[in-house]
């Protein structure tokens, strides 16, 4: 099993303050994917990042995935209350034998709220 | 709305009772998914089905029993379970089960959040 770790764990923060939450692990990931799932609801896919180093911005979110493609971060500008959710970030890296294929390997999620 | 629905939403059941989950998808997928989803703990892969067949089965308890009639609907039947079964439990489907491809998404359910009394 590939270990995620995210961090922090538990975030809460005004309304306009920037913001940062980590995704990493000791295995090397084929690609990355963020997730976020608001309450009540499943996660909704937000980004894939694939090549080492890459930056990807959907908004004000910015997504990196690190060099050595074994973690990720996620950067949010001046959030908003409607950023508040549970953000998921999960790893593809190929499945134990017998098996083909890539399977995704997900953290443990980073609980935002934004504070209006 | 992401093409994929849950039902029930809730479900309280004793450890005695036997009921089921359903998922349904209107992607035109080929591969579906359980996942279990726990306070503080991943999303741990239960099955996963691709084009009907059952693909994967990450040592889950037999208390447990999936079943996929066609490509298009996915149930979870559940049978003895215990108070540590209670999660919420998520389906996915995407379009192959290859997963992790930089083109390949996973759709999610809004979940069933089960009580095991």
């Known amino acids: 099993t590939q270990l995620l770790e995210q961090s922090p764990q538990f975030l809460s923060i005004q309304e306009g303050e920037n913001l940062t939450v980590y995704c990493n692990s000791s295995s090397v990931f084929s690609s990355l994917q963020w997730y976020r799932q608001e309450p009540g609801e499943g996660p909704v896919l937000l980004v894939t990042?694939?090549?080492?180093?890459e930056v990807k911005k959907l908004k004000r979110l910015t997504f990196q995935f690190g060099d050595a493609r074994k973690d990720s971060s996620l950067h949010i500008t001046a959030a908003q209350p409607g950023d508040t959710g549970l953000y998921l970030c999960a790893g593809a890296s190929t499945r134990p034998v017998p098996y083909t294929g890539n399977q995704f390997y997900f953290g443990t999620g980073t609980s935002l709220t934004v504070i209006p | 709305e992401t093409g994929v629905t849950q039902t029930p939403r809730h479900l309280v059941m004793g450890m005695t009772n036997k009921k089921s989950l359903k998922c349904e998808q209107h992607?035109?997928?080929?591969?579906m998914y359980w996942y279990k989803q726990s306070a503080k703990k991943p999303l741990e892969l239960m099955f996963v089905?691709?084009?009907?067949?059952?693909?994967e089965n990450n040592s889950v308890p037999s208390r447990f029993s999936p079943e996929c009639p066609n490509s298009s609907h996915l149930f979870l039947h559940l049978h003895t379970l215990q108070p540590e079964d209670s999660a919420l439990y998520l389906c996915a489907s995407s379009r192959s089960a290859q997963g992790g491809k930089n083109n390949e998404k996973l759709f999610f359910g809004s979940g069933t959040q089960l009580s095991v009394l």
């Open positions: 089905y691709n084009f009907k067949e059952q693909t």
């Open positions: 990042v694939v090549t080492g180093g």
């Open positions: 992607l035109g997928h080929n591969a």
